[in-house]
Nanobody
């Protein structure tokens, strides 16, 4: 079992960049497929960027492709976000899935962090 802790959220202006981090307070992230998900008020949770357990294959939502970059290094997962706009404002969660599969569906992921708020406002 793994316990996840996100950090790095905050208030930014449109066009700014921000990097989120996720670490394991218990367990080892090397054993898991990992992902970033977000949920805005009144909306369903959606996959933003995911990375596989072994070959570092990545998946991105169309809305963030080219602007966001997910990385997995040692026991940390990061999400580098560039060109943020108001549509990106949300609570961002990292999640882990004990699987070799390459999917970015929230229902597949077993372990979740508490979330970190990203607010984009001028």
């Amino acid at each position: 079992q793994v316990q996840l802790v996100e950090s790095g959220g905050g208030l930014v202006r449109p066009g700014d960049s921000l990097t989120l981090s996720c670490t394991a307070s218990r367990g080892n992230l090397e054993w898991y497929a990992l992902g970033w998900f977000r949920q805005a008020p009144g909306k369903e949770r959606e996959g933003v960027a995911c990375i596989t357990r072994t070959d570092r294959g990545t998946l991105y939502a169309d809305s963030v492709n080219g602007r966001f970059t997910v990385r997995k290094d040692a026991n940390m997962l990061t999400l580098q976000m560039k060109g943020l706009d108001t549509e990106d404002a949300s609570v961002y969660f990292c999640a882990a899935w004990f699987s070799l599969a390459r999917r970015c569906e929230p229902s597949d992921y077993d372990y979740w962090g508490q979330g970190t708020q990203v607010t984009v406002s001028s």
